[in-house]
């Protein structure tokens, strides 16, 4: 992104933009910003390097497994954390009658940090794949828009494309706060381990074949605040002066209509 922001050799961009996409900055409006340049241009830039900015990369840090979780009895789902710690003590001590109570006291524990680090990540994961949701619908609704506005230079009927490209302003405003809910959520819920049994329970999870998490949190935007104002701002910079040329093509309309 440092190198795309000092651009200047003709041709030097689109080989930027491209670069930058692949390393993992795929919001269009920050390469836009960095590029000193519009979306339009972004997204040109992209397909004239071969990459279909409708189909951002895919990584280890994208939660796609989001099946019900399953852990000795444990589920995750808090209101039958309970009961699910007593049955699964109930089976233990059916498997060993003859344990002891030191043993019976380690089991136990262990049993209780299996219970407590299922339903943290059944939290987190809920919440991260959330995140990551309604991010890619921010970045599908901001794309729509330019795609809006990009069609009514050669729409038919244009008062009708016009009022589709002002519908999609209206989306893709509530699609950036949607995210932006999503996003303050998932900081607020870190996932970590603090002691062996808890990593151990962690492992157990992933072996049952449940995603990690580590990857989708440091992806996380860490200053949602800031980036959704940035959004906000430029898309509604866009609009406003787009609504002047709006104006202005209507208007000469009007006098060719009278003619």
Known sequence: MTQLRDWSTPGRRADLVAAAWQAGETTVSALAEAARTSRPTVYADLRSRGIDPDH????TSVITNLSPLDIEGYTGVGEQLEAQL???LLRWRAEHPDAGLEEAKTEGMRLVSLMDTTYRYAEVRHLLAHEQVARAERDRLLHQVELRWEALSTAAAWLAAHHAYVLAVDEARIGIDMWRERAEAALKRPFFCSSPRDE????????????ALEDAMAGLDQE????TYALRSNLDQAHERRMGLAAETLRFAQLASQQ
């Open 200 to 211: 151990a329970a962690y492992r157990q999870i992933q072996e049952a074949g449940h995603p």
């Open 86 to 88: 007593d049955a699964a």
């Open 56 to 59: 951002r990369p895919k990584g």
């Open 224 to 227: 949602p605040g800031v980036t």
